[in-house]
């Protein structure tokens, strides 16, 4: 597809500069500061320059020259950000990609149609349903390919640079690894820091804060908060996040149904109160999009939501609140640790791809330091320590963002998430689960026998 | 002929004395109908009215606290979105397969429907019903065996291969509609072609076919925009070929929607179907008219 | 004699159905017994080497859950009154536009719009409209002093919302076909009973409407059809919700499939709403007697 010559698009719209760049990976490389401004760092002339950074790696970048292999994405900042970056890899290697782009909705249904025919392409692709993906076998193990020095260099790739937590998100339940992390996001509560300054607030630190705070920013005209509640899949993730946070798991780590036990139906009744008593009216049918909007329009004050979206919160050609965002850490309750929820995108191979070393070459570049950091210089909240530690990366999320947004990453427990979306019936597990969580912001339902009538259909569905 | 109940028999002269009650109601009723009309005209315009308005705006006033509606126009996402030049090839490949569509089913159809209409056989009734099923299975259990079948006979993202599966979605519809037209026609038709010694074929070919057209034309653009708009087939079927529907969802992405983009291409694309509706508008209403060769 | 005139004609007759007999067998008929035969197995791609063929499982595990009886009265429901509020403002609207004589062409051209637009785009537009904070409806209604509605919220407002928007994309389909119906209707009864001094409803109901029934009739299996399936708005607007108060059959199918991956009970679902829908055409077809043709030739 002739997409890959373009210029990134949409969220992280802000066109890489080779200055901005250069800010990134000086920290990596040492290198000093090149003084052309306004090349993008796509732009094949500044390859040269910038070589030398994949080079350093003890390993033959053009064992598979000439091969074409086909990546197949979701329309998502990480795809937005990294196929600019490709001319260089195929520079770099010899190897053609073809880049593939979908909106969630279609990539999801479509690719299992595609790998359940055992299709052949794509070679490499965005991971949507870990648990589902290895259970069906869709995913090469990558084991045996990183460990192998001929193929790898293992030090220069470097997989302490990693959040403990992507480390974590990487391996299976087996010990192996079928995927490799492109993305961090963790759940991040954030406020509008003038609405709480009118009012003398501070953001909240307890979950009784919360709601406190919630219910005294409220007015006829905004809402004290706004969280995901849609039915089906829309309320899982935050609403998780609540229930790690109380002590709680909706899967515990022994496999069992654990979403009816009291500590996740006091987070339960804690997330629908604080939307019934704090919410915009209709909060049963609010999405991410939705809660995005309002807190962007100033028609909500606070959100616990992906911390990817301080890039459009501070962006004042979306945002109407841009500068007035304060981000923080989980709220914590009755003297528990906070365990906000995460999510990392990852990648994988198609088991039935044709040339398997090609495809591990694209997963080897797209996901080494030198990448990671030039995607972060465009806003891309990465998987590596390292990026988001660099100067361009700061100017583009914020600051104060991103050490809040460290704060959750660092203190998100992987397993508890794993164990639920990671689940071979996650999909089912989670559709209840949300389905709960609606009943209960709408006030269909109770937390207790909402959360209940969950669990028997996790049961069910689990066998 | 068709000309002659293309012009609509407004307002009668009654013939009887009116109350003056009665005269009232009649000078007042062409207004209530005209209300009524445009005021479902305003519904059928308003959303696109405002997916219009949100493509002139930025995505901070699209998404404004209080609905905007006068705010400064700005033309940065047509700009970006023909700039980017995706777009186009949306717009080609949709092209191509509605057409193309569009001509292979009334080319298979119209024998099919003319046939139902005209000729008592057995299982008439039982393959006309048939032909109408094929619409009915509900695509989620298409998908599989479809996808399998394109990968085998190496149809999968090819022209040909879309084309073949927008036709078989639409046959079913084009098959019934022009039963129904070829249904009015008067079988006087047929029977004096046979007296002059036409063959079956010839009376399809040389009698009816050209008294159907205007019926032809209109379901011709009904296949046209089924074909245009169709989403879960162009998307399954294909990877780099991509129509309208499937190209604009590609806006609609993981934590956000690029509202600009997604409506300033919206409107774009509905240009050149407007067109085509508009040049073909008046064979769509008087193509359902094939009463006139009463 | 007669039997080489028969011959031809019979040939003739087959000549012209081959062709799309051929596509439509084709590309109907695999498919469909790939799904029956994927309906009575285990089948899921998770597990796509342990499949195993369980007989009328997936059909008795449907039947005696409450979740399918639920999908299956909101499907019904769903197209029922979305057809039905279709065809009456189809019909309705058409019949004045039949009478109007100012510009008439541009009207068309309006009421054309919601089937031309790119779904995707009107449908999101209606979830920014409907948006009970930002959205334009309930500022609408605030200014002309009307309470706020919770459009999507509530189990039976949702269902409005859904059916209002199906019936703003789908209703100049029936109003085509009707307009197009009314146009070619013979106007001589219509005369003859406006000079008995019949008022304008009684020939519209006696007359009118009678005459124009074959053509509706097709309009209403095509948009039940239809109907029956629709998805991308239930998916974008509701997305089932709440709880599960607008999970039709299709979104269901969609759900078990797509999401769950259990294609042998995805396929199950979908043979049971194929079961359904003819069932009901037939029915509505053999009452209706749209099958013979009229001509016999």
Redesign the interface.
């Known amino acids: 597809?002739s997409?890959s010559v373009?210029p990134p698009?949409?969220?992280l719209h802000l066109p890489i500069t080779r200055r901005s760049l250069l800010q990134a990976t000086a920290i990596l490389s040492g290198a000093g500061i090149l003084s052309v401004h306004g090349v993008p760092v796509f732009a094949s002339e500044v390859f040269d320059d910038i070589k030398g950074q994949w080079e350093s790696a003890k390993m033959d970048w053009k064992r598979q020259s000439g091969a074409t292999i086909?990546l197949n994405g979701?329309?998502?900042?990480w795809m937005d950000a990294i196929t600019p970056l490709v001319p260089h890899f195929t520079k770099l290697t010899g190897i053609e990609v073809?880049v593939?782009?979908?909106?969630?909705?279609?990539y999801i249904?479509?690719l299992p149609?595609?790998l359940?025919?055992k299709?052949a392409?794509p070679d490499v692709y965005m991971v949507w349903a870990l648990g589902q993906a290895v259970t069906a076998g869709w995913l090469e193990p990558l084991g045996p390919m990183f460990a192998d020095p001929k193929l790898t260099d293992l030090a220069w790739w470097d997989v302490d640079d990693l959040f403990p937590s992507t480390r974590a998100y990487q391996t299976w339940a087996d010990g192996n690894q079928y995927v490799v992390s492109v993305t961090a996001e963790a759940q991040t509560l954030f406020a509008n820091k003038t609405m709480l300054d009118e009012k003398g607030l501070a953001l909240p630190k307890t979950m009784d804060e919360l709601l406190a705070t919630a219910k005294a920013l409220k007015t006829d005209d905004i809402a004290g908060i706004a969280m995901r509640a849609k039915s089906g899949d829309g309320a899982t993730w935050p609403a998780g996040g609540f229930v790690f946070s109380y002590g709680g798991a909706i899967i515990g780590l022994d496999g069992k149904v654990a979403v009816d036990q009291p500590e996740a139906v006091a987070a339960i009744d804690m997330y629908g109160k604080l939307l019934r008593e704090a919410g915009p009216i209709g909060s049963g049918n609010y999405h991410?999009?939705e809660c995005?909007?309002d807190f962007?329009?100033?028609?909500v004050a606070m959100s616990s939501d992906?911390s990817?979206?301080a890039t459009?919160i501070g962006n004042?050609?979306?945002?109407?609140v841009a500068g007035q965002a304060i981000y923080g850490g989980m709220p914590t309750a009755a003297g528990k640790p906070a365990k906000p929820n995460i999510y990392n995108?990852t990648i994988g191979m198609n088991p039935n791809a044709a040339n398997k070393d090609a495809a591990f070459l694209f997963l080897l570049w797209a996901t080494s330091k030198p990448t990671a950091a030039m995607a972060a210089a465009a806003g891309l909240a990465t998987q590596r320590t390292s990026a988001w530690k660099t100067s361009a990366f700061g100017e583009r999320f914020g600051k104060q963002a991103v050490s809040a947004v460290l704060e959750n990453l660092n203190a998100a427990d992987a397993d508890l998430m794993k164990a639920t979306w990671f689940h071979a019936k996650g999909p089912q597990i989670l559709d209840a689960f949300g389905i709960g969580v609606n009943e209960v912001v709408t006030g269909a339902k109770d937390a207790q026998s909402a959360m209940t009538a969950a669990a028997e259909k996790m049961r069910a569905a689990i066998g | 002929m068709a000309e002659m109940?293309?012009t609509?028999?407004?307002?009668?002269v009654n013939l009887?004395p009116l109350s003056p009650a009665t005269r009232l109601a009649r000078a007042l009723a062409?207004w209530a109908?005209?209300l009524?009309?445009?005021a479902?005209?305003i519904?059928?315009?308003f959303?696109?009215y405002?997916?219009a308005t949100?493509s002139l705006k930025?995505?901070?006033d699209?998404?404004?606290?209080?609905?905007r509606f006068w705010f400064q126009p700005i033309w940065d996402n047509y700009l970006?979105v023909i700039k980017?030049g995706?777009i186009w090839n949306y717009f080609g490949s949709s092209l191509i397969v509605a057409l193309a569509t569009t001509a292979v089913a009334l080319?298979?159809?119209i024998?099919?429907a003319?046939?139902?209409?005209?000729?008592?056989?057995r299982g008439?009734?039982d393959?006309?019903?048939?032909?109408?099923?094929?619409?009915?299975?509900?695509?989620?259990?298409?998908?599989?065996?479809?996808?399998?079948?394109y990968?085998r006979t190496g149809l999968m993202d090819t022209y040909p291969g879309l084309v073949?599966?927008h036709?078989?979605i639409n046959?079913?519809?084009v098959?019934?509609?022009m039963k129904?037209f070829f249904?009015?026609?008067?079988?006087e038709l047929?029977?004096a072609a046979f007296m002059d010694g036409a063959?079956?074929?010839q009376a399809?070919r040389q009698i009816c076919l050209p008294v159907a057209l205007p019926g032809i034309a209109?379901v011709a653009i009904?296949s046209f925009?089924f074909s245009?708009?169709e989403?879960?087939f162009s998307?399954?079927l294909t990877?780099?070929i991509r129509t309208?529907?499937?190209g604009?969802?590609?806006?609609?992405?993981?934590?956000?929607?690029?509202w600009g983009?997604?409506?300033a291409?919206?409107v774009l694309?509905?240009v050149p179907?407007?067109a085509f509706?508009?040049i073909f508008?008046?064979q769509?209403?008087?193509?359902?008219?094939?009463?006139?060769t009463? | 004699m007669r039997s080489s005139a028969a011959r031809?004609?019979?040939r003739?007759?087959l000549?012209?159905?081959a062709?799309?007999?051929v596509?439509?067998a084709g590309?109907?008929l695999?498919?469909?017994v790939?799904?029956v035969g994927?309906?009575l197995t285990n089948y899921s791609l998770t597990a796509p080497n342990d499949i195993a063929f369980i007989g009328l499982g997936n059909y008795l595990a449907l039947f005696s859950s409450s979740e399918f009886w639920n999908a299956a009265w909101i499907t019904v429901l769903f197209t029922v009154v979305a057809v039905g509020l279709q065809l009456v403002?189809g019909v309705g609207?058409a019949a004045?536009?039949?009478?109007?004589?100012?510009a008439v062409?541009a009207?068309?051209?309006?009421?054309?719009?919601?089937?031309?637009?790119?779904?995707?785009?009107?449908v999101?537009?209606?979830r920014?409209?409907f948006n009970p904070t930002?959205?334009?409806f309930n500022?609408i209604l605030k200014t002309m002093g009307l309470p706020a509605q919770d459009w999507l919220g509530s189990p039976t407002m949702a269902l409005v919302s859904l059916i209002l928007v199906d019936s703003?994309q789908w209703t100049?389909?029936i109003l085509?076909?009707a307009?197009?119906?009314l146009?070619?209707?013979?106007?001589e009864p219509l005369e003859a009973a406006?000079m008995d001094?019949a008022g304008p409803m009684a020939i519209f109901f006696q007359h009118t409407l009678p005459m124009l029934f074959?053509?509706l009739a097709?309009a209403i299996?095509?948009r039940s059809?239809?109907a029956f399936?629709t998805?991308?708005i239930i998916f974008v607007l509701t997305n089932g919700g709440p709880g599960v108060a607008t999970r039709t059959?299709?979104l269901l199918?969609?759900k078990q499939?797509?999401e769950f991956l259990s294609?042998g009970y995805?396929?199950a679902?979908?043979?049971v709403?194929?079961i359904v829908?003819?069932v009901a055409?037939?029915l509505f077809?053999r009452r209706v007697d749209l099958?013979?043709?009229?001509?016999?030739?």
């Open positions: 597809m997409k373009l698009k949409g969220g086909v979701v329309q998502h900042p073809k593939q782009t979908q909106s969630e909705s279609e249904a479509s149609v595609k359940g025919a299709s392409t991410w999009m995005l909007n962007m329009a100033g028609a992906s990817n979206f459009d004042k050609d979306k945002s109407a995108w | 109940t293309m609509s028999s407004p307002d009668r009887r062409p109908r005209r009524i009309l445009w479902f005209a519904w059928c315009l959303p696109i405002w997916l949100m930025r995505q901070v699209a998404m404004a606290r209080t609905p970006a980017a995706d080319a298979l159809g024998p099919t003319y046939v139902l209409a005209r000729y008592r056989f008439n009734s393959f006309g019903f048939w032909i109408l099923s094929t619409r009915m299975t509900p695509p989620v259990a298409m998908l599989i065996p479809f996808f399998v079948l990968v073949i599966a036709v078989a046959l079913s519809i098959v019934w509609l129904g249904e009015d026609l008067p079988s047929e029977e063959t079956y074929f399809f209109a009904l925009l245009w708009n989403f879960l998307l399954v990877n780099e309208v529907p499937v604009l969802y590609s806006f609609v992405g993981y934590q956000q929607v690029r983009e997604l409506s291409s919206a694309m509905l179907v407007l509706v508009f508008q008046k769509l209403v008087r193509g359902l008219t094939m009463g006139a009463k | 031809s004609r019979n003739f007759i000549l012209m159905l062709p799309a007999t596509l439509l590309l109907t695999i498919p469909f790939v799904s994927f309906s403002l609207i004045l536009l039949h009478h109007e004589t100012r062409s009207l068309r051209l309006i009421y054309l719009l919601p089937m031309a637009i790119t779904p995707v785009a009107a999101f537009t209606f920014m409209m930002l959205g334009v500022y703003w100049p389909f085509l076909i307009a197009g119906g146009a070619a209707l013979d106007e406006r001094g074959p053509y097709v299996v095509f059809i239809d399936k998805f991308d059959l299709n199918a969609y499939g797509i294609m995805a396929a679902i979908a043979i709403m194929l829908t003819i055409s037939q077809l099958f013979k043709p009229k001509a016999a030739l």
